[in-house]
């Protein structure tokens, strides 16, 4: 496969939905991948093809979410000339265009109800009809569906049609998010840290420092792999120093002091007067008991500040200073009270 579809992963969750994905590939059967947003189902239905005996075939993809309503039909099955206003010229659809091969649909969940009893045809009894078109054409393609709702959901509240899911659904892949996969944060970033530094030209990969690591094993990963990519050779590309490991990394691009913010009447919207959250619980007597615990919470939460902060200065102590509100003998005295001296006794003026 080509770099960007190479599989990276050790977890047991991962490689278990890639097992599954390789043995269905000989399947001349419908598959649907089902996953949050960024955990890999385009690279999916790419293996599912490439192991598939139509790996030489066309592998024909459609977002089925990239298209305005009126369109989608058109796209999928094709048209005639002069079947609508604009159709100047005849067009093969998506499905004649992935004869003999196969037809990846991605965000399935947004097709109108009128396209999905067109598919419903097209999987039943393998012929699609151009718009404006009268004798069906017979096609033979394997369809690979893909997305993010939970379609049974859908057919059962009457927005997904339920004998279309049963058609699709003879195997269903479903991809674990990345902060349930075990051990592949750190090895995720290591091969976008390294790919990165080696399109940088860096000579030597010095790698990540171990608050980073921390910060990105913490961290929720809502866009999955390909936020972690983002961040990772976003990261690397921002160090100023391939000599020394990374120390610093922004999850959000978008935040900053001068991040503009919304009018007015979009935050009271957001927001109405006298809204609150509710009110803190009263302390019982156990939560006096939790003391030396919640010290220790605020202990691991300074030192993380501090670690991301230097990071981010390049252990220049003194912006690190100004940039926390400190003086530099208050910084002196933190970095010394987390044991954050060791190797790192650079950054003075």
């Avoid at 399947?27 to 999916?44: F, S, Y």
């Avoid at 989608?72 to 048209?79: P, T, V």
């Avoid at 691009?253 to 927001?271: C, K, L, Q, Y």
């Avoid at 009110?279 to 202990?299: N, W």
Wanted: overall charge negative; glycine content about 8%; proline content about 6%.
């Amino acid at each position: 496969m080509e770099r960007e579809s190479q599989f990276i992963g050790q977890s047991g969750a991962f490689l278990d939905a890639v097992e599954r994905a390789s043995r269905a590939a000989s399947m001349n059967r419908p598959v649907l991948v089902i996953g949050e947003r960024g955990t890999g189902k385009e690279l999916i239905a790419e293996r599912l093809h490439r192991l598939s005996t139509r790996w030489d075939e066309p592998l024909v993809t459609m977002n089925c979410a990239a298209l305005p309503e009126t369109l989608i039909e058109a796209e999928l099955f094709g048209h005639e000339a002069g079947a609508f206003t604009g159709a100047t010229k005849a067009r093969v659809g998506r499905f004649e265009e992935a004869d003999r091969g196969t037809l990846f649909l991605d965000e399935l969940g947004t097709l109108s109800m009128g396209a999905q009893e067109r598919l419903l045809r097209a999987v039943e009894y393998g012929e699609v009809t151009r718009i404006g078109a009268s004798r069906p054409i017979r096609v033979d393609v394997r369809i690979v569906a893909a997305t993010n709702d939970d379609l049974p959901a859908l057919a059962g509240s009457g927005e997904f049609r339920a004998d279309l899911l049963d058609r699709l659904s003879f195997e269903v892949i479903t991809l674990p998010p990345l902060r349930v996969r075990e051990g592949d944060i750190g090895v995720l970033a290591e091969y976008f840290g390294r790919r990165m530094g080696a399109e940088l030209d860096w000579h030597a990969w010095p790698g990540f420092a171990p608050h980073v690591m921390a910060s990105l094993e913490d961290y929720a990963w809502p866009g999955n792999v390909r936020e972690l990519r983002n961040v990772i050779e976003r990261a690397v590309y921002r160090w100023d120093d391939p000599e020394t490991a990374i120390a610093h990394v922004q999850f959000d691009p978008f935040d900053s002091p001068w991040r503009p913010r919304p009018p007015e009447h979009r935050r009271a919207a957001a927001a109405p007067p006298g809204a609150a959250g509710p009110a803190p619980a009263a302390p019982s007597a156990d939560d006096f008991d939790m003391v030396d615990d919640l010290r220790a919470a605020v202990d691991r939460h300074e030192r993380a500040i501090l670690e991301h902060a230097l990071g981010k200065h390049r252990w220049n102590q003194r912006q690190t200073a100004r940039a926390l509100g400190l003086t530099y003998d208050q910084l002196r005295h933190a970095i010394r009270k987390h044991g954050l001296m060791e190797g790192q006794e650079t950054g003075g003026a």
